[in-house]
């Protein structure tokens, strides 16, 4: 019996001690969220998702707010899947934008918890240059726009 206990004990016990888990609070500051389609390069599908400290009107957030990137089309996403953030775009990117303050994320990830046709929820874990770290849950709404990219 402890033969076959053993690798699920390891397992609970390795996540226990993490302090690595995913977050499970929302991101302090950026209760408000909203998720829409996007051109990334080359101009391939991309998914953008805004974190704000007040409601998206229109899709234009006002400072302070975070815009994270993920490539590829929202029906691509998956509960799951976890894209790592850093200034590149061939990788899911991520941008700070306050009151005449802009910060690129060079490390960390986003995390989606789950998907349907009309939210996306997930996790970040943001880590900027200056030392600065983001961390916490998001739901936000799909709102998809009429683009033409390239």
Known sequence: MIKRSLPALLVCLAAACSDESAPTEPVNGLPYAVATNSCGP????????????????????????????????????????????????????????????ERTANGGEIGVTSRTSTAIAGYVDLRFPDGVRLRGTFSAAWEPRQLLCG
Do not use: K, R
């Open 42 to 101: 080359a101009d391939g599908a991309m998914v953008a998702i805004v974190l704000a400290a007040q409601p998206v009107e229109a899709l234009q957030p006002v400072a302070p707010y975070v815009q994270i990137h993920i490539q590829g089309s929202f029906d691509a996403l998956s509960a799951g899947a976890v894209f790592p953030i850093s200034e590149s775009y061939q990788d899911a990117n991520a941008w700070f934008h306050g009151s005449g303050v």
